[in-house]
């Protein structure tokens, strides 16, 4: 009895939380869909953007009323971003961006990759010359967001929204074109010299990238937006915000990618990362 009596009490105290009432509704859930351009900006010269993508998301809306015209937005969702960005190519001074494959396509340490006999790098691996890069990405996101919102007018009321938003990375992968790719010609590590292939790869798609992008990202996002109510607590809206990452959404440093020229010798140098996203979300959806 003691147990039907607890149960009771939770499902009532839920349902006020839940209440029908419009003026007394404490939580809403929705559901939002968002088509969404997205392009990078770097902080490095040697790594120039060079376009937007067109990206998508979704996810669950939980909004907390704080006050009459304050409300407190989270939930969970996933977006398909990315970008495009171009490489320095400047072999007189020294600055070429490249990596090692091997035969599996995966990538190889260029300070790693020998065969153990007299010190000589593996045949087997070819070097990609990088020209530029088309990068998609995908993250779990959670915005954390303070919305504030006109009394409704005939069904209709309008809100500016600003906070943060927590995103954890998934997976990234690229498309990528070269300036050349070849294998080794001579063996020596410490006289080491490229040739390009005939007639070469131009551009190779669907490279995993991942370890090249931080697990966590923080972004500003900032809004406006109107909401329409249908019946009751329904209502439909949709809201344009501005999304901008505040920290370097790459690994300072590549876990692959490296420069030097074609006739340079010693140990190679991996290049330093800045990228960060922007994007303009055109968040469309459904409250309840």
Not at 59 to 77: C, D, K, M
Not at 163 to 173: N, S, V, W
Not at 270 to 285: E, V
């Amino acid at each position: 009895m003691k147990k039907i009596l607890l149960s009771l009490a939770v499902v009532s105290i839920f349902g006020s939380a839940l209440a029908q009432d419009s003026g007394t509704q404490k939580v809403r859930f929705g559901l939002r869909v968002t088509p969404q351009p997205t392009w990078f900006t770097s902080g490095d010269k040697n790594a120039t953007p060079a376009g937007a993508k067109f990206g998508f998301g979704f996810g669950l809306n939980l909004e907390f009323r704080l006050a009459e015209v304050a409300s407190f937005l989270t939930g969970i969702g996933g977006d398909f971003e990315g970008g495009k960005y171009t490489f320095r190519n400047d072999p007189v001074n020294n600055y070429q961006v490249m990596y090692l494959m091997n035969e599996g396509n995966e990538f190889v340490n260029p300070n790693g990759s020998t065969d153990g006999v007299n010190n000589k790098i593996i045949k087997s691996n070819t070097a990609y010359i990088l020209k530029g890069r088309t990068v998609k990405t995908s993250y779990v996101t959670v915005p954390v967001i303070l919305k504030l919102s006109t009394k409704e007018y005939s069904g209709l009321k309008y809100y500016g929204m600003f906070g943060g938003e927590i995103g954890i990375r998934l997976k990234a992968t690229a498309t990528d074109s070269y300036h050349g790719s070849g294998k080794y010609s001579a063996y020596n590590a410490d006289t080491v010299y490229l040739y390009k292939s005939s007639p070469g790869i131009e551009s190779q798609s669907d490279i995993d990238v991942t370890k090249d992008f931080s697990p966590l990202r923080l972004c500003f996002n900032a809004g406006l937006g109107a909401e329409y109510r249908i019946a009751g607590t329904t209502s439909a809206f949709v809201n344009i915000n501005y999304s901008r990452c505040l920290m370097n959404q790459t690994k300072k440093e590549s876990e692959f990618a490296y420069y030097k020229t074609e006739a340079s010798s010693g140990k190679s140098t991996f290049i330093q990362q800045n990228l960060k996203s922007t994007a303009i979300r055109i968040n469309i959806g459904i409250m309840f």
